[in-house]
């Protein structure tokens, strides 16, 4: 008897000894560096605000958080990589909508799920798009383009960072609303797509500001159309989509800052603080909306009914559309 309960008192000490170091480390925590995963390429929109981001972040966290551009198969792998890390805090993920709400509703499976096996801690800016096309491109306006895509179906191409990224769901829907048909280009990764649209290989494209910001003010790429709900603070002169002669189109996106699920709570807090307190510092404000981001900065309730949302809306709009990646 006497053996029995100090086996059991053994058990109760190894238990103990398991849950301390959760404890611990969510009250000392960070006590090193940060892994900041990006499923993106470098330069992309969400890869310019986590940046921003993750350098006031790591002088309140007093830990250096080392961002970790990770593109190539639209973000897929290392958004399952993302899923398998340790729930520390010490690997956390900046992610798009494309990855969270996008391509789970068009592909049959992307290998993880939005809603269970990551933990929401803030969505940082919502990201503006535009269509902009290379100069020598001869339609100056939505509606000029529209009209030649659809004297020449399927000879126009258009670039994208990959199969079910932004740039590609923000076209088909297009398509889908004014009846053209395209040839879609997929790159690894929106920067050498955005590349060669500027070195004139591929004439059109949509993607997310800041990108071709100062090579419009240049005259290197010309900007046809905004394609968010509301004209750009950047380039008030721009007409949106719907404006310009298709009622009703609207694409923006967002960036987001997620961790491993049942990363602790005390952690989460702590990250969701950190990058609230980034996101609100004026000089950050100032920063992103000269770029052309709106700063979001909001509870991880609010991600997950936002997360939500979007699933539920990307569902829709992909059978619509008829986007499907398999």
């Known amino acids: 008897m006497r053996l029995s309960n100090v086996r059991k008192a053994g058990l109760i000490a190894v238990a103990l000894i398991a849950l301390a170091p959760l404890s611990v480390r969510a009250q000392t925590y960070p006590d090193r560096p940060i892994h900041m995963i990006v499923p993106l390429a470098a330069a992309s929109a969400v890869d310019v605000v986590a940046r921003v981001v993750a350098e006031k972040m790591s002088a ?13 198969a639209s973000g897929l792998v290392a958004m399952r990589s993302g899923a398998r890390a340790a729930p520390d805090g010490y690997t956390i993920l900046a ?25 929401p801690i803030t969505q ?6 535009a269509l902009i096309a290379t100069p020598s491109f001869a339609p ?3 509606q000029e383009f529209i009209a030649l895509a659809r004297q020449k179906p399927g000879a126009i191409d258009y670039a994208s960072g990959g199969p079910g990224s932004p740039q590609h769901v923000a076209m088909e829907l297009l398509m889908n609303a004014t009846g053209m048909k395209l040839n879609h280009v997929p790159y690894r990764g929106v920067t050498p797509a955005f590349n060669d649209v500027v070195g004139g290989q591929i004439p059109i494209m949509i993607t997310g500001l800041p990108a071709p910001n100062e090579f419009v003010k240049l005259g290197r790429l010309k900007m046809l159309a905004i394609t968010s709900a509301k004209r750009s603070k950047v380039f008030p002169e721009t007409p949106t989509v719907a404006e310009a002669g298709v009622p009703g189109f609207e694409f923006s996106a967002w960036g987001a800052i997620i961790a491993p699920a049942k990363t602790p709570p005390a952690i989460l807090a702590r990250l969701n603080q950190s990058a609230l307190k980034a996101l609100h510092d004026p000089a950050v404000a100032e920063l992103l909306d000269k770029q052309g ?10 991600f997950t009914a936002s997360l939500k949302a979007g699933l539920a809306r990307y569902r829709d709009l992909a059978k619509a559309a008829g986007i499907h990646l398999d």
């Open 60 to 72: 309140d966290l007093g830990q250096p958080i080392v961002v970790d551009n990770q593109p190539g």
């Open 95 to 119: 992610v798009n909508d494309s990855i969270m709400t996008m391509l789970p509703n068009m592909k049959n499976d992307v290998g993880y799920d939005s809603l269970t096996e990551f933990a």
């Open 124 to 129: 940082m800016a919502t990201v503006n798009f």
């Open 140 to 142: 100056d306006s939505v």
């Open 293 to 302: 981001f709106d700063v979001i900065g909001n509870s991880p309730d609010e």
